[in-house]
């Protein structure tokens, strides 16, 4: 691995203006300079987490931040081990502090009874919280790209994905300090930037194999959508900046609501008939779907919210709704009662 870039000052003015636009989406959609902060990126060696790791810094250097990393070896494939080092010599080359964590993903999703992606995403994020206490970090920069977000949609689709979800993955989630500042860009954009400036990369070759939903869908299914419409990825962004706009003014629409909501002592929530009547079908869904979210873990599927909303509108008094998570709704003369078994 060759001498890279030190600063900004040091790219082409095309390679400059690409880390700069890559700023521009992050602080439109954090709303702040996440450069100016301390910023843990996580990185597993591959073109995207690599690249982004570079960036980060460069823009880190540029705004006053600092930058620090956190790789996960998965214990997966025999060349995991030349993944840690490569990430570990490229935080050497750039002065950024490095977290490893040598994971038994495979022994964690036999002992919890799951697959193999599942388990490596619980295990990732939980040691992605544990560097940012470490690090004091202020944001979490995560590599997903324009092809991430593309197939995250299609994919939530074909598991029958309804609103808001059917968007795809967020680019900013304050509460998880999460930002994906490369959700606009595009994943041969950030191998031509490596290319460039002369920075290697991992190469996974598991990501070629079947075995797995994600990469069926990358590997088989994304490259004949992508030929029937060259452009899916812009077009894919386009929904997802309408679909953050509907859930803004659907979250106006239900703060307005919200005042109306009483809460018990218990923890158990009442929605009264009073503000129900007045509501649109489209904005009491979303008022169930918000207070179901509120109460804990559990994700509640469309048409069960849909068959509530039924039962209200048909004054079922004493019908019962069962939601993942112990989630309980009661429907009686004057509302809707929400609580945990």
Same mark, same amino acid.
């Given at each position: ?8 000052? &040091? ?26 902060? *301390? ?18 810094? /460069? ?16 214990? $997966?494939?025999?060349?995991? +081990? ?9 935080? +050497? ?8 964590? +040598? ?9 919890? #009874?799951? !697959? ?26 995560? %590599?997903?790209?324009?092809?991430? $977000? ?14 808001? %979800?059917? +968007? !795809? ?7 998880? =300090? /999460?930002?994906? *500042?490369?959700? #606009?860009?595009?994943?041969?954009d950030l191998e031509n930037f490596l290319r460039s400036i002369g920075c290697p990369w991992r190469e996974d070759e598991s990501n070629h194999s079947d075995d797995y939903t994600r990469n ?17 990825? %812009? ?9 953050? /706009? ?17 809460? !018990?002592?218990?923890? &158990?929530?009442?929605?009264?008939? #009073?503000? $129900? ?18 109460? !804990?873990?559990?994700?509640? /599927? ?24 112990? =989630? ?14």
């Open positions: 691995m060759g001498s890279l870039p030190k600063s900004i000052q &040091e790219l082409d003015p095309k390679l400059a203006r690409f880390c700069l636009n890559i700023e521009k989406f992050g602080k439109q959609k954090s709303g702040k300079n996440f450069a100016a902060f *301390p910023m843990l990126v996580g990185v597993s060696g591959g073109i995207d987490s690599t690249a982004l790791l570079i960036i980060a810094t /460069l823009l880190a250097r540029k705004s006053g931040g600092r930058v620090f990393c956190a790789h996960v070896d998965h214990g $997966l494939r025999e060349e995991s +081990a030349g993944d840690r080092i490569f990430v570990e010599d490229l935080c +050497a080359m750039l002065d950024v502090p490095v977290e490893p964590l +040598a994971a038994d993903v495979a022994g964690y999703a036999a002992k919890n #009874s799951m !697959g193999l992606e599942e388990a490596g995403r619980i295990i990732r994020y939980d040691f992605f919280n544990q560097c940012l206490k470490k690090f004091k970090a202020e944001y979490l920069l995560l %590599a997903h790209h324009v092809g991430d $977000l593309s197939e995250d949609i299609v994919m939530r689709l074909i598991r029958g994905t309804g609103w808001p %979800a059917l +968007a !795809g993955m967020i680019a900013y989630d304050p509460k998880r =300090k /999460l930002l994906r *500042p490369l959700l #606009s860009t595009k994943k041969e069926r869908l990358r590997n088989n299914i994304m490259p004949l959508l992508n030929a029937e419409n060259p452009n899916l990825g %812009a077009g894919l962004i386009r929904l997802k900046n309408q679909a953050e /706009l509907d859930e803004t003014y659907w979250d106006e629409k239900i703060a307005d609501v919200s005042e109306y909501i009483e809460s !018990g002592e218990n923890g &158990e929530i009442f929605l009264p008939c #009073s503000i $129900l009547n007045k509501c649109h079908s489209a904005l009491r869904l979303r008022i169930y779907k918000k207070i179901l979210d509120g109460l !804990g873990p559990g994700h509640a /599927l469309f048409d069960s919210i849909m068959q509530l909303d039924r039962a209200f509108s048909a004054r079922k008094s004493g019908s019962t709704f069962q939601f993942p998570g112990n =989630k309980v709704v009661k429907v009686n003369k004057a509302g809707l009662l929400f609580n945990i078994n």
